[in-house]
């Protein structure tokens, strides 16, 4: 079992998008509708030299990481996060909150949907590579999951990795251009492309019920809104 005693890190890293599976089904659990903050994973690397989360090390359990083959889908909802943390700190030049306080708890539903979905694609990945066991026992099909994660590496195409002068843009999709998605004809492809249609709608509906889409203010925060919005959805 996990040992217990560990020295702790100076600083405590939480990742973004590969955060411990444990930790993404105890925020899950724990999301609450009416506190109007993100949903949010909090998992958190404090250890100078451990395998595990500060959750799993807590509970004497096992870190658990999102299979190699849909690492690229998780990367995508941390951008949407990401992105929607712009909803609860962006502020005026006056250092006013630029957007309405009451509009939160319905931003915070459309992101916990988008993660209840990843949720889903996760354990119907798993069921299609025969990956639902403790890895122990997976044997041949862990075999099989590496051969198809190694085809699929192939048909990436890289990226040249930005320079000093490369901007956030340029890092953000070298990084996405390195990770395996969830492809056409994939088990729980066309449900994961339609809840990242469904979250963009609640989000941008949200805009417009507090703003409007008529109203020159409504207009400028829906194009922003269209502009930054940071995936390109499937068509399905
Ligand atoms: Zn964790
Ligand atoms: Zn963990």
Redesign the pocket.
Known sequence: MPNRQRPAANMVVCPEHL??L??FRTALRAYDPDDGELFEVS??LDAVASIL????SQRNSH?DNAPAGIIGDFFDFALVLRFCKEFWTAESDAGVARWDRNMLPLISLAVRNLAAALASILAGHRREHDLTQSRKKQGKARQAYRHFCAERRMALSPLPRPGRDGTPEDLIAYHSARVLRLEPGDVGFTSWAAAKHACFAALRSAIVQFYGDEEVAGVERLEEFDNYFPLVLDEI
């Open positions: 955060f411990c444990q930790c998992c958190r989360c500060a959750q799993c870190c």
